[in-house]
């Protein structure tokens, strides 16, 4: 090989070259990766509003004996959750552009209690809807389609059914 000489103080472009396919290979690596990342974050986020309304429907459960009260009323969950965007339990959740019966927030998480259970529903911004269902500690994780994302659908016996991620679970 020939020496350098003193003003010959650049890259070749052989070395620029291998340069730019190793980041090539890296980017194409790494994208994947972090474009589902954002997605498991959207589905991570809807499962967290469930567990906030499911720890206030608990909350009042606990004063009242009674879910009854934890609904989207003024005097429901709101009362102890103010961060969520509650809905009535017969309407969709929706993931953006939300109009709330109580609470703020642009996603809805769509709210139902009875006598013994509480039932949520909440659309995630890649449209999954995650349901939560609780019979005063036996709680019951799981997803539905969009039509079904209602606290109503939710709160019905049996349509939530998984007790853990190994059966079926979130």
Not at 24 to 47: F, K, S, Y
Not at 84 to 89: I, K, M, Q
Not at 104 to 119: D, L, N, P
Request: a negative charge; aromatic letters at 6%; one cysteine or more.
């Amino acid at each position: 090989m020939r020496e350098r000489s003193a003003n010959d103080d650049g890259y070749t472009m052989v070395e620029l070259m291998v340069v730019v396919l190793i980041l090539g290979i890296l980017l194409t690596v790494a994208l994947p990766t972090l474009l589902g990342a954002r997605e498991r974050a959207e589905d991570r986020a809807a499962q967290s509003d469930l567990r906030y309304a499911l720890t206030a429907a608990r909350a009042i459960q606990t004063d009242t004996e009674d879910y009854s009260k934890a609904n989207a009323l003024p005097t429901g969950l709101v009362t102890m959750e103010s961060s969520l965007c509650y809905v009535d339990a017969t309407t969709v959740s929706v993931y953006t552009g939300a109009t709330c019966v109580t609470g703020h927030g642009q996603a809805s998480v769509s709210v139902k209690g009875t006598t013994t259970a509480f039932g949520a529903a909440r659309m995630s911004a890649t449209m999954t809807c995650f349901v939560i269902y609780d019979t005063g500690g036996l709680t019951h994780y799981g997803t539905t389609g969009i039509a079904n994302c209602t606290g109503e659908w939710a709160a019905t016996p049996g349509n939530v059914t998984a007790t853990s991620l190994a059966t079926g679970g979130w």
